[in-house]
């Protein structure tokens, strides 16, 4: 029995989506919908009983998308979130970076792309409990006040003139302030979330038990990279976005650098690297060892980070916390003579 893909392009006010025939890759049907819960739900409602239907593919839009998403959910359709980057590459692969003639922007192109990336990847995005939703939404919030009080900050050390400085000081007051109110709803959110869920709280446990890793770090963690513990080496690399990605062309050798993967997190685990390798053995001593063999500082920095994805994987796997012992790389074994 056919099951079509569902591809949905969403935007603030309406949103275009195309249903695949999977072994043909041509429109079966398409549309527009505004992204209002009522009107998403009697479209669902008609669509399903219509077409039978796999599972649909969102692409990530800042937030104008969880209605999108609600919706899906609640008439248990499996959904993967796509990342605008890799929806934005296959539309370049298919030769689809500019509309062509025959086309208008509106015909429904972009969601014909997210429901070709559906066909191409069959992983599903799985849905955020409303504790942990509530942490995430706390998280962005406060990044934003901190990214603003940064940005008055550095207004207020080039300032010269004694009015503008009161002004800077007294918005740099109010700022404050109001990230202390987010930092306790942060808080209130997280410690609801460990009460509904005890997993949570011994995750978060053992997270803060390494070096480096505090509050912030660790939430980000279960927030953003919730299947850490079930990671494989190469998997914890690409989706903290530690690797270095080859830069090669013919016999050109190009310089590695590191891209792709969950910004977020990897802000945090710089910082937390950044922290272990002044205060935590063995993390500071592989750090130096590199450093010795001629890498350059954030390259070093870089390979701690992905060693210390490797450690929080084990150690949350295992239930065991940080012991310096086993956190060290192992040797290769001696060839035998």
Known sequence: MRADLLGIDVAQKICHWVLLDPLTRQRVAQGTVRPRPADLARWLETLRATYPIARAAVEATGGWEAPVLQ?????????????????RRLRETLGW??????????????????????LL????????????????????????????IQRERQRLARATH??????????LDALEAEQARIDQALEEAAARWEQADPRVAQVGQLLESVPGVGRLTRLT???????????T???????????????????????????????????YLFLSAMAAVRWADPLREFYQRLRAAGKAGHVALVAVMRRLVVILNAIVRTGRPWDPALARPRLPRPQPA
């Open 162 to 171: 004694p009015g503008i400085r009161e002004s800077l000081q007294r918005l």
């Open 221 to 231: 963690l279960q927030v953003w990279l919730p299947e850490l513990g079930t990671l």
């Open 233 to 267: 080496r190469e998997e914890g690399a690409a989706r903290t976005g530690t690797a270095p990605m080859a830069h090669d062309s013919g016999q050109r050798s190009g310089r590695r650098r590191v891209r792709e993967g969950r910004q977020r997190v990897r802000r």
């Open 97 to 118: 970076s500019a509309v062509p003639r025959h086309r208008t922007p509106t015909d429904g192109l972009d969601a014909e792309v997210i429901a070709l990336y559906a």
């Open 121 to 148: 990847d069959e992983t599903t995005t799985p849905p955020p409990s409303p504790h942990q939703e509530e942490v995430q939404a706390w998280l962005k919030r406060r990044e934003q006040i901190v990214e603003r």
């Open 71 to 87: 919706a899906l959910r609640a008439q248990g359709l499996p959904v993967r979130l796509a990342n605008p980057k890799r929806i």
